[in-house]
């Protein structure tokens, strides 16, 4: 059984990872054009960039990654109250 000094440790490892991870898809590019529309995304699927007609669209990105990241606070608050979330994928290291 775990105590709670080495969960705290396991929980800095886990979250260090989870940096590193995240530092490593920001990395990841692709971009696509199709009729006059440019979007650059990036591995964690953030908008890096929406150029129509070869004009910057910076406050359409900022209004789609807002969007984006609520949508996103809403599914884990779904899933932390359905039982999921990190702590049902450790299964509940505590």
């Known amino acids: ?3 709670k000094l080495q969960q ?3 929980l800095i490892k886990l979250r260090s990872k989870a940096k590193e991870l ?3 898809l920001e990395q990841i590019t692709h971009t696509q054009e199709k009729g006059g529309i440019k ?3 990036d591995g964690t699927q953030h908008l890096q960039a929406i ?3 070869g ?3 910076g406050e359409l990105k900022e209004t789609i990654n807002d969007a984006m990241k ?3 606070k809403k599914a884990a608050k779904k899933m932390m109250e359905e039982g ?3 702590s049902g994928l450790l299964g509940g290291m505590g």
Do not use: K, P, T, Y
């Open 1 to 3: 059984m775990f105590d």
């Open 8 to 10: 705290a440790r396991e």
């Open 22 to 24: 995240q530092r490593s």
């Open 39 to 41: 979007v650059v995304v």
């Open 51 to 53: 150029e129509i007609n």
């Open 55 to 57: 004009e910057d669209q």
């Open 70 to 72: 609520e949508v996103q």
């Open 84 to 86: 999921g979330g990190l």
